[in-house]
Structures are given as structure tokens and as C-alpha cells.
């Protein structure tokens, strides 16, 4: 019976002990006490649940789609479960050899002192029969798992931290065992991202970082899971892989067609001794891994590629250059550029709507299909403010001007955000902009400024941070938009002015006329004048406080912090495997710029007022009817200017009429008198 009991253990049938619902015949037992049949019984569970186990953790091993929980399943077979089977073999040994610890007087071997050789397996035997249902995901009928039902290595590796803290020393002792094995493999999948860019050959579907190609130009990029993010990695330590990996992918890729990035030269770019040294970092670490260990062993990794690579690809000149561009152009540092782009606007839109009004006569449909804006027309309309630019730029070659001419465009659709790059490693620090839209303010059609951010640029700017300066360039657009407008209505000297005269003998009378036409006017303009100088008033002040208060000191401020030396302590961490130049040395690493870019642009949104919707509701509003308020005024004088002159032409042409008809009577006069005198 002993030897069954064993066989037992060992995972084989038996038919002592058999599956939960089935009942062992009462033969068997009825030569047994009460009190063996409950040691069997319990040495039964023990028996059943070790072969249960062994069977799932092999179907885990053979057939999940995760590798990190198929290295957990190989541990549990090849370690924990082997240990079981030592046991069961170190019992037998004892058996065999007659030790006194289990075999009593005349070769008796009590049935209570096997069981209670086994009794600390109990617990530990049911927490690994847990730990493998967590992982057993639920199978289709062909056989593979299902992606949705598939238990995560990173739902794992938080599992075991988690059981490690439970106080048995036995199971502490088995999650901790189970997270150096879990986590070595989920270091392999982050080794092979942070050394060479690549994703895992095997199991990318757990990795965090996930590869998505552009339906637009056909390109690979990538983003983060955050899903799949394990608990002890911090969203730092994600950005810093992510960009470790991204900037490793695009500088091998740069450099297997043959055309490698200006600034890396054979020198800076060592990828053997980089390997090298990166790879030390790596196998410094203890397992389980500290969430310290590991944050040092990234930044230094970072930091060392930043110095003999990145800094190369982008010097501060071009960084600098990307943001005075932005400055510029897109937050309307220069704001002659806005009013030449509102100025050619207006003009496009008065001549589109002098040929409406001769079209929507003769085919409406054709008329009002010719409404929006193409393309060619808005990226036409750019072309000639940077014209207009370029004519009122006394200043000669302006790089940022050329670069700016060089890589924007004026288009009628927003970048799309899934377009990501290496510094979108925050992408939820972007607050989200309020859903008014003002890109149909100075076109009737949307109108987006955009920027083509090229390699190595995209390393500190995502798209979607362009397509955030899209936004505020709309925003800030409009405002001007509205002051520009409203100024030219003073502009208007004839409709604030009389200078009426009339010629000739009843000039006084008309004159006279004029005067209280004019009066009449402004009694009735005044409150219209009264309005659009609140408004005007209002806009300049709202345009003056962006532009002046909020953009311009923001700016200065991230500006003397991007031109500031870092002072990363960090930084001598770093293996430098080329003696840097000065500038290197002190220039901030490109993913410390890129998340202190996302801030600066974050805090400009909130202080320009764009996350607040009922403030750009009611800006959009006043905008609106602004524009309104305009149209009708301008209509308006110009119907006025209109009457005038029909008026003054009609008096014109009546003293024409009496100057000709005295002329006939003066030429009449003296031939009269004549015939006059001769008559008498």
C-alpha cells in the first residue's frame, strides 16, 4: 500500500485515489480505520492535485501565447514540481533504508509519518494549482489560445510581486523564485529593444512596446501598451525604452540605405562597443529587479547613446531652430506673418465671392459646390504670404524663414496623432484641446498650418504636438483675424469724415443737404461705432495678453532652459565611448527635451484658455458674430458711398443742364438786343 501511495504522488492513477467526483470502491477500505481513511484521503487530494497540475503546466509550457508565462510554467515543471518528486523520492529512500525518522519497531512503517513528511506541501501545491489557472487562458477549438482570455506577463510578474508579500516563508520563497525567472525573460525581450531595436522574435504580442505601420506613407512606427507595462516600470522608465528604441531603429535604418544621418560619423557611431557597454548595464541588474536598479541602468543607457549618438544627429542649433520656427509662425511671434496671411485670405474670398454672385445665377448647384477651399487654393494662398514675407524682410537670409517657406503647408485636414515617433512617450501630458474649432475662421473651409517634421527632428517633436501648435496657430489666427478687421473699419475715412462740397450757384443748398444726410448717419452709426470699438478694444487686449504675457514669457523661459547646460548628476553614469565635444557635453539629452517641449506646450494650453470650452465656446460666438457685425457695417457704407455718389451725380448733371441752358441764353442775348435796335 505504501508503494501505491507513492506511485501515487508521483502522478500516477490510482485507483486509491481517484478524481474528485468518482467514489473508490468501499472494498478497499474496509480494513482501515477512521483515521487512515482521512490520512488517505488527504494524501489523495495532494496526489490528484499534483497531477492535475503537472498536466496543465505542460499544456502552459507547450501552447500560451505569452513567453514569460511559458518560462513561469517551465520553472513550475522543471523546479518546483521536480522538488516535489525529490521528496517522494528522498521518502522512498528512507523506507528502503530503514531510518528510525519514519520506520518504527519490527520494520513498521506508520501511515501518519508519510503523511507527515508531505503535510508543507499542502499549501504550496494549492498555490501553485492558482498561479497556473491564473495562467491558463481559455483555448479555441483548433487548439490556440484566445488573445483576450490570454493571461499577460506583465499580469504576471504583478501577480507574483503581489504573493510575495503574503507571509508564509514557503510561498514567499516560490513567488520570489518565480519572479527571477519571469522577469529574466521579460529583461531578454527588453535587451533585444534597448541594444539593438528590435522587437522580440518571439512573444511581441507581450512586449510593450507595439509596432503599427502608417496607412499614409507606409512606414513602421511605434507606441506603447500600457496594458502590458509591468507594475514596477514607471511611465519615466517606459518613455526613456521607447526612446532608447525608437532612436536605435531609425539610425540603423538610416544607415542600412546607405544614407546615414548628417553628424554620425564612423567614430561617434561604434555600435559593437555601444552593444558592449549598454549590455553591462543590463547584467548588473539583480533579480527581482528594483524599480531603482532599474531606473539608473536606463538613464545611463540613455545618456551614453545621447552623448556618442544623438547629440550628433541633433545639435542644439537645430532644436532651437524647430522651436523658433514655431514661435514664429505658429504662435505668431512674427506678426506680420498673420496679417499677410489674413490679407491674402480676405482678398481670395472677395474675388471667390464677385464671381459667385455672377455664377449662382446662371447653375446655384454648380455655385455652391464651389464653396470650399481646395487645397492647391490654401497651399497658393501660403505661398503668397511667404511672398509678402519674404519682400518685407530687411533683415536678409533668415534660416528659420527658409526653413519654415521649406516644410509648411496650409492644407484643409488635421495630422492624424497615430502617426507617433521616439518622443511621444507622454502622449496623455498634452492636455486635450476643446472641441471649438476655429480652423473655418479664416477660410470657409477648414484650414490647418502644418509642419513636416523629418529625422532626426522627430526625436523631439511627435506629430501630435504639431497638430497641438495646428491648433493654438487657428486659435491665435482668429483672434488676429478679428483685430485686423476691425481696424480697417477706421480705415474707412470717407465713413467717419464729411468732406463734402459742391461747385456752383446752389453748392450752398446741396452742401447744406449733405450735412444732414451725414448728421442723420452718424446719429444712427453711433452706437455701431461704439460696439466695434469695445470689440476692438476687447480683441487687441485678448491678442496683446496671448501673445505678449503668455507666449512670449513662456517661451523665454523654456528657451533659457533648453540653452541652460544640463546638470543631470546622472550624467557621469553615462559610458562615453568618445571624447564629446564641449557642446555635447552640456546640451540636454533629446528625450529630457522632448518631455520638457511637452510640458511647456502643455502649460501654454491651459494659459491660453484652449482646455476651457465655455470660454472658446464664447470666444467662437463673439468671433462669429463679429464677422457679422462687419460684413453688414462695411455693406452698409458701402450703399451709403454708393447714394452719394448717384446723389452728386444727379446734381451734377441738373447744373450742367441750367450752366448749358444760361450759356444758350447768354449767346441768345445779344443777337435779341440786336434785332432789338435795328428794329427801331
Not at 513498521?108 to 497556473?132: K, Q, T, Y
Not at 464671381?355 to 487645397?375: T, V, W
Not at 519674404?390 to 533683415?395: F, M, N, P, Q
Not at 459742391?502 to 453748392?507: K, L, Q
Amino acid at each position: 500500500m505504501l508503494h501505491e501511495v507513492l506511485l501515487a504522488l508521483s502522478g500516477h492513477p490510482s485507483p486509491l485515489f481517484l478524481e474528485d467526483q468518482q467514489k473508490p470502491d468501499d472494498q478497499l477500505f474496509a480494513l482501515l480505520s477512521e483515521s487512515e481513511k482521512a490520512l488517505l484521503k488527504s494524501i489523495g487530494r495532494l496526489a490528484n492535485q499534483h497531477r492535475r497540475l503537472r498536466t496543465l503546466v505542460q499544456d502552459i509550457a507547450k501552447r500560451h501565447p505569452s513567453i514569460i508565462c511559458r518560462a513561469a510554467a517551465t520553472s513550475l515543471q522543471q523546479v518546483h514540481l521536480a522538488r516535489f518528486q525529490k521528496k517522494i523520492l528522498e521518502v522512498e529512500s528512507s523506507i528502503l533504508t530503514k531510518d528510525a525518522k519514519i520506520v518504527g519497531a519490527y520494520d513498521i512503517v506508520p501511515l501518519a509519518a508519510v503523511v507527515s513528511e508531505f503535510d508543507g506541501w499542502h499549501r504550496l501545491m494549492n498555490w501553485f494549482w492558482d498561479l497556473a489557472c491564473f495562467m491558463q487562458p481559455a483555448f479555441t477549438s483548433s487548439g490556440e489560445a484566445e488573445g483576450s482570455s490570454a493571461t499577460s506577463g506583465a499580469m504576471l510578474i504583478n501577480r507574483l510581486r503581489s504573493e510575495a508579500q503574503t507571509g508564509y516563508p514557503d510561498i514567499h520563497k516560490a513567488a520570489v523564485e518565480l519572479s527571477q525567472v519571469v522577469e529574466s525573460a521579460w529583461l531578454r525581450q527588453l535587451s533585444g529593444w534597448l541594444l539593438y531595436g528590435k522587437l522580440p522574435a518571439h512573444g511581441a504580442q507581450d512586449f510593450f512596446v507595439k509596432s503599427e505601420a502608417s496607412s499614409e506613407d507606409g512606414t513602421t512606427h511605434f507606441r506603447k501598451d500600457r496594458d502590458l507595462l509591468p507594475g514596477f516600470v514607471t511611465p519615466t522608465m517606459a518613455n526613456t525604452v521607447l526612446f532608447v528604441g525608437k532612436s536605435l531603429g531609425q539610425v540603423k535604418k538610416h544607415a542600412r540605405k546607405g544614407t546615414a544621418l548628417p553628424g554620425v560619423s564612423s567614430q561617434a557611431w561604434n555600435e559593437a562597443e555601444l552593444i558592449s557597454s549598454h549590455l553591462a548595464h543590463l547584467s548588473a541588474l539583480s533579480l527581482p529587479l528594483h524599480p531603482a536598479q532599474l531606473s539608473r541602468a536606463l538613464s545611463a543607457i540613455k545618456l551614453s547613446l545621447s552623448q556618442n549618438v544623438l547629440q550628433h544627429i541633433l545639435p542644439m542649433r537645430d532644436t532651437l531652430m524647430l522651436l523658433d520656427c514655431f514661435k514664429q509662425y505658429f504662435l505668431l511671434g512674427r506678426g506680420e506673418f498673420a496679417v499677410a496671411l489674413v490679407d491674402e485670405a480676405e482678398r481670395r474670398l472677395a474675388a471667390r465671392q464677385q464671381s459667385m454672385g455672377r455664377l449662382i445665377q446662371q447653375d446655384p448647384i454648380k455655385a455652391l459646390q464651389g464653396l470650399s477651399i481646395k487645397d492647391a487654393e490654401l497651399q497658393d494662398a501660403l505661398h503668397q504670404a511667404w511672398k509678402t514675407l519674404t519682400r518685407e524682410d530687411e533683415h536678409g537670409e533668415d534660416m528659420t524663414l527658409d526653413f519654415a517657406i521649406k516644410h509648411s503647408t496650409l492644407s484643409s485636414f488635421a495630422v492624424s496623432p497615430q502617426r507617433l515617433s521616439a518622443s511621444d512617450s507622454i502622449i496623455d501630458d498634452i492636455p486635450q484641446v476643446s472641441s471649438v474649432a476655429f480652423d473655418d475662421v479664416l477660410f470657409p473651409s477648414s484650414a490647418w498650418l502644418q509642419l513636416d517634421i523629418q529625422p532626426p527632428l522627430d526625436l523631439f517633436v511627435s506629430p501630435q504636438e504639431v497638430a497641438t501648435y495646428s491648433s493654438i496657430n487657428a486659435y491665435l489666427v482668429a483672434i488676429r483675424r478679428a483685430q485686423v478687421r476691425l481696424a480697417d473699419l477706421w480705415r474707412r475715412t470717407a465713413a467717419r469724415r464729411d468732406h463734402h462740397s459742391a461747385t456752383g450757384r446752389n453748392g450752398r443748398s446741396l452742401q447744406h443737404e449733405a450735412r444732414q444726410r451725414y448728421a442723420a448717419r452718424v446719429r444712427d452709426s453711433r452706437k455701431v461705432w461704439a460696439t466695434s470699438s469695445a470689440a476692438n478694444f476687447l480683441v487687441s487686449e485678448i491678442a496683446a495678453y496671448f501673445e505678449g504675457e503668455i507666449i512670449r514669457e513662456s517661451y523665454a523661459v523654456f528657451e533659457a532652459w533648453v540653452k541652460a547646460p544640463s546638470d543631470d548628476p546622472e550624467t557621469s553614469m553615462a559610458s562615453t565611448l568618445s571624447e564629446p565635444t564641449p557642446e555635447a557635453t552640456h546640451q540636454r539629452d533629446p528625450e529630457t527635451l522632448a518631455a520638457g517641449h511637452r510640458s511647456f506646450l502643455a502649460s501654454l494650453i491651459y494659459a491660453l484658455l484652449l482646455t476651457d470650452y465655455h470660454f472658446t465656446r464664447d470666444l467662437r460666438s463673439l468671433l462669429k458674430n463679429l464677422d457679422a457685425l462687419i460684413a453688414f457695417f462695411n455693406r452698409l457704407l458701402d450703399v451709403q458711398a454708393k447714394l452719394d455718389l448717384e446723389i452728386d451725380a444727379g446734381a451734377l448733371a441738373r447744373t450742367r443742364k441750367r450752366m448749358s441752358a444760361e450759356r444758350r441764353w447768354t449767346s441768345i442775348a445779344p443777337g435779341k438786343k440786336s434785332i432789338q435796335t435795328s428794329s427801331l
